[in-house]
């Protein structure tokens, strides 16, 4: 299993930007899909995903301002993220469970800055 993210950039604060995660197979067999970020100095956390069993988690300093979707047909599931503030600024992984087992993308960057 392959997770290839893009979409990360400089974006200044209050804007928008749009995170995509491929998948090399069926998205609709992870259990679990989704999002961490890790900004420097930090611990790796949970942005947002989307479980077969309890649905959609967002992460209580996202919600409001960033949305995730699945496309199955794509096989991608993508992070529409609004209302940017500095402390958004990490790279943003792609995550997914399949079994026992945790896969990782390489992580794109996101920049909030004026």
């Known amino acids: 299993v392959q997770l290839q993210a893009s979409g990360g950039g400089l974006v200044q604060p209050g804007g928008s930007l749009t995170l995509s995660c491929a998948a090399s197979?069926?998205?609709?067999?992870?259990?679990?899909i989704g999002w961490y970020r890790q900004a420097p100095g930090k611990q790796r956390d949970l942005v947002a995903t989307?479980?077969?069993?309890?649905?959609?988690v967002y992460a209580d300093s996202v919600k409001g301002r960033f949305t995730i979707s699945r496309d199955n047909a794509k096989d991608t599931v993508n992070l529409q993220m609004s209302s940017l503030k500095p402390e958004d600024t990490a790279v943003y992984y792609c995550?997914?469970?399949?079994?026992?087992?945790?896969?990782w993308g390489q992580g794109t960057l996101v920049t909030v800055s004026s």
């Open positions: 995550y997914a469970v399949r079994g026992r087992v945790d896969y």
């Open positions: 197979g069926t998205i609709s067999r992870f259990k679990t």
């Open positions: 989307i479980s077969r069993d309890i649905g959609t």
